[in-house]
């Protein structure tokens, strides 16, 4: 399966962004998939992930009640939906699928390319 991250962009602090993620070659509508972020100098972190249905979201601590994650099956995307957005968010965000249908590694399977996101203080 091939993965598309698109959406990223600069923003000011406070504002918004939204995130997709399109698969193709297969449908990931059985399998789990999440986000991550990469900061200059600093490693990949979690952000969020979604089950196959969208029955079970989590959330790294540093972006909950900022950030949601959601999914179309219909259109085989998934998206993060990113809100009063910090300078400290500014980093590639990558999506990544697993096989599952839950989470059940700390790495997906499938590794989309990354965008980037920059907010502006």
């Known amino acids: 399966v091939q993965l598309q991250a698109s959406g990223g962009g600069l923003v000011q602090a406070g504002g918004s962004l939204r995130l997709s993620c399109v698969a193709s070659g297969r449908t990931f509508s059985n399998s789990a998939v999440g986000w991550f972020r990469q900061a200059p100098g600093k490693e990949r972190e979690f952000v969020a992930t979604?089950?196959?249905?969208?029955?079970?979201?989590t959330y790294a601590d540093s972006v909950k009640g900022r950030f949601t994650i959601s999914r179309d099956n219909a259109k085989n995307t998934v998206y993060l939906q990113m809100n009063s957005l910090k300078p400290e968010d500014t980093a590639v965000y990558y999506c990544?699928?697993?096989?599952?249908?839950?989470?059940?590694?700390?790495?997906?399977?499938?590794w989309g390319q990354g965008t980037l996101v920059t907010v502006s203080s």
């Open positions: 979604i089950s196959w249905n969208g029955g079970i979201t």
């Open positions: 990544g699928a697993w096989l599952s249908s839950y989470r059940n590694s700390n790495s997906p399977r499938y």
